[in-house]
Structure formats: structure tokens, C-alpha cells
């Protein structure tokens, strides 16, 4: 089993800063993605921001400039730096990883989500 635990969401005004970090624990061989997934009210969950083992990255269109996303392999954490963040970055913030397990199979797994709020 896989255990991710979100840190770092609060309440932030327009324009401000905020860095969530990620930290996968349990039985696992390796974490080949770990990314970021947002949800508002109402609306469906997006991509925000992922990254692979060897560091490729991928971005959403909304926060490209704005977000950067980075992990640390041997601690098995992953982070994301918010810059000028804006209010329609509201929202549920959930950490997810794709694991390989000692059995060889790979499986999806989600943290519980933190929340990230941004006054105007």
C-alpha cells in the first residue's frame, strides 16, 4: 500500500506565492510519475502539473510561467511552486502517483488534497 500526504495549501491574496510539496510512503519498487491535480467547485479535475523519474515535465496551459513542479527521487517527495497565483487557481489540490509495485504491476494512487485558495 501507498500513502501521499498533501502539504502547504492555505489562503493566499491575488498575485501571491504558495509551495505544496507531496510525500509518498508505503511499499512500493519505484514511482516512475508523480504529478498535480486540481479540482474547483463545479468544475471537472485538471492536469496541473506532473513530472517523470528522469525529470520531464508537463504543464498545464493555465498555469505554464506561473507553476513550476520538481521532485526529489530519493525522498520520494514532489513539490510545486505557485508564483503569481490568481484566483481562478482556487481549488482542491491532489497529489498523485503512478508506482510500481514489488509485484511488477503499476497502479495509480491519490493523496486526500489540500486546499488552496486565492482572494482578489
Known amino acids: 500500500q501507498v500513502q501521499l500526504v498533501e502539504s502547504g495549501g492555505g489562503l493566499v491574496q491575488a498575485g501571491g506565492s504558495l509551495r505544496l510539496s507531496c510525500a509518498a510512503s508505503?511499499?512500493?519498487?519505484?514511482?516512475?510519475?508523480m504529478g498535480w491535480h486540481r479540482q474547483a467547485p463545479g468544475k471537472q479535475r485538471e492536469l496541473v502539473a506532473r513530472?517523470?523519474?528522469?525529470?520531464?515535465?508537463n504543464y498545464g496551459d493555465s498555469v505554464k510561467g506561473r507553476f513550476t513542479i520538481s521532485r526529489d527521487n530519493a525522498k520520494n517527495t514532489v513539490s510545486l511552486q505557485m508564483n503569481s497565483l490568481k484566483p481562478e487557481d482556487t481549488a482542491v489540490y491532489y497529489c498523485?502517483?503512478?508506482?510500481?509495485?514489488?509485484?511488477?504491476?503499476?497502479?495509480?494512487?491519490w493523496g486526500q488534497g489540500t486546499q488552496v485558495t486565492v482572494s482578489s
Open positions: 508505503g511499499s512500493f519498487s519505484s514511482i516512475n510519475v
Open positions: 498523485k502517483a503512478f508506482v510500481l509495485g514489488f509485484d511488477s504491476l503499476y497502479q495509480d494512487y
Open positions: 513530472i517523470t523519474s528522469g525529470g520531464a515535465t
